[in-house]
């Protein structure tokens, strides 16, 4: 699933202005370009009011329902965040409390059961929390960042993706530990959940992550998965990643970003998602020269997205056009080059300010809070009445 960051201390989180968020990861951890149902719904937040759209079998819109909508309905309830899972969302209320909806097969929800739920429910507050602040939601677990700088974590654990120290699904938050397996992780600003993996971007700049690694998506120079956090390392092997004030994750590879022009990408890349001109998967992360100073990023199952200047830039896979650059659909040429995202006159967006990469399609927030969607759209997921994919953007209908 994924999931939009920015440059701000808490990414996940925008108060004042309306806002859409979301977090990516698949529902198959064995396959980086899984053509099941997967990531294929939308939530977008205005003001104080959820609107989503797409895919409902299992009442991920949260309207009460489950059936499949392509216009949005509306989601009860005052939230300041949301993210999407491969099935699920979850939402911090105004309140502080964070609730969830959608499929629970694997505990995902955190509410003690497994079953799935077509209204907000909420998530079991673990004793002496007084307030969450961010929340991320991977392919079928989720993340949230208490207001201590805390990471609890819940739902499938076959990777470690819960950080726990064990292999065991929960079906409530449990606490993601350090990398001695046995204090907790701490001193957290900002986490990112992606299909089986989690990271999580320290208050001192260090990116830290753990569950699956069978592409590098760790970063941590090795294949092997872990089930507490481990250090994103640099290009020598060695030296850990720093100086970072925002990460993404998508289904197998996950981007961060310094503040400046320098992004640092790893983990699978055979669909050119990583941005460095190759479709060479790696297990570090590799720095690449954006054009300009990149002020967000966001990437989807196997494609990325960055906002510099105003302007979307885009790169990875197309086949559903989720590049938005015009291209022709049902295409598997991995496209490395960066790409700008387009109107549906072919003229270049401008004025962005916030993006999301989501399963195969992409959504973006500009300054005067009109919504643009792009990208595969076989379940209503772009929100624009239709189930027809398209390669430029188009902007949702007040």
Not at 76 to 90: D, K, N, Q, R
Not at 201 to 215: E, F, P, Y
Not at 322 to 333: F, I
């Amino acid at each position: 699933m994924h999931r939009i960051t920015r440059l701000i201390p808490r990414p996940f989180l925008f108060v004042l202005l309306p806002l859409f968020l979301v977090a990516c990861g698949s529902d198959d951890e064995t396959s980086n370009n899984s053509s099941a149902v997967y990531g294929s719904h939308s939530v977008v937040l205005v003001q104080s009011t959820t609107k989503s759209f797409g895919a409902n079998g299992y009442g991920q819109l949260g309207n009460g329902a489950t059936a499949n909508s392509s216009i949005p309905v509306t989601v009860s309830g005052s939230f300041t965040a949301v993210s999407i899972g491969g099935a699920h969302t979850i939402g911090v209320h105004s309140d502080g409390t964070v609730w969830a909806w959608g499929n629970n097969g694997s505990g995902q929800l955190g509410n003690g059961t497994q079953d799935s739920k077509t209204s907000p429910t909420q998530v079991s507050t673990p004793g002496g929390i007084t307030g969450f602040t961010a929340i991320a939601a991977g392919g079928n677990h989720t993340l949230a960042l208490d207001n201590l700088g805390n990471v609890w974590a819940w739902g499938l654990n076959s990777s470690g993706q819960l950080g726990d120290n064990t292999l065991v699904n929960q079906n409530i938050p449990v606490r993601v530990l350090s990398s001695d397996g046995v204090t907790p992780l701490s001193g957290v600003s900002a986490i990112a959940a992606g299909g089986a993996f989690s990271l999580a971007l320290k208050s001192d700049g260090t990116v830290w992550t753990w569950g699956s690694n069978s592409n590098g998506q760790l970063g941590d120079n090795t294949k092997l998965s872990k089930m507490v956090p481990v250090q994103v390392l640099t290009s020598d092997g060695v030296t850990p990643l720093s100086g970072i004030t925002a990460i993404a994750a998508g289904g197998s590879h996950a981007l961060a970003i310094n503040g400046g022009t320098t992004m640092f990408a790893w983990g699978y890349n055979e669909l050119g998602q990583l941005g460095d001109g190759t479709t060479t998967s790696r297990l570090i992360a590799v720095s690449v020269v954006m054009p300009g100073v990149v002020t967000a990023v966001s990437a989807g199952l196997d494609h990325s997205l960055a906002v510099i200047g105003g302007s979307v830039y885009t790169w990875g896979y197309n086949y559903y056009g989720q590049l938005g650059n015009g291209a022709a659909l049902q295409s598997d040429t991995p496209v490395t080059a960066f790409q700008r995202v387009q109107n549906q006159d072919g003229i270049l967006l401008s004025s962005i300010v916030d993006i999301v990469a989501v399963g195969h399609h992409s959504i973006a927030r500009d300054v005067s809070s009109t919504i643009w969607t792009w990208g595969n759209n076989a379940y209503g997921q772009l929100g624009d009445g239709t189930t027809q994919s398209r390669s430029r953007a188009k902007a949702l209908a007040n």
